[in-house]
């Protein structure tokens, strides 16, 4: 699978479309580098070990991608899953947003202290 996939990948124009079905056993990983702009998509086959690997995707293209797929789930009807999901991806952000405004509280002290320093000697 993996062989044929990537050549078709390699090969593709912008009218080509590759369709995977029946992926109901596999699982997605999407993966963004700090220091760019391109992340990795995954797809792997839980329960052979195969997978479909995208590299080089812009990372504004993923992150309104999966903007897009949250607001989406607003308009299908509510279910139990869909709120877990919701709940926890709203608590997941909330931590990655404290963890972020507690790293620029720290360097904004620092540099307070720097300046007191300089203004010291």
């Keep these: 699978m993996e062989h044929n996939v990537i050549h078709s990948i390699m090969h593709m124009q ?13 699982a997605v990983e999407l993966h963004t580098y700090g220091w760019g702009n391109e992340s990795t998509v995954t797809v792997r086959d839980t329960e052979r070990g195969d997978s479909v690997v995208l590299t080089g995707v812009s990372t504004q293209f993923l992150r ?6 949250v607001r989406d789930l607003g308009y299908r009807d509510e279910s139990a899953e869909r709120r877990q999901f919701l709940e926890t991806l709203s608590e997941e952000l909330t931590t990655v947003l404290s963890r972020w405004e507690s790293k620029k509280a720290e360097k904004q002290a620092q540099e307070h202290a720097a300046k007191e320093a300089q203004w010291e000697s």
């Excluded at 912008?14 to 596999?26: N, Q």
């Excluded at 309104?64 to 797929?69: A, D, P, Q, T």
């Design 14 to 26: 912008k009218a080509t479309e590759t369709r995977f079905s029946g992926l109901g056993g596999c």
């Design 64 to 69: 309104g991608s999966i903007k897009n797929y």
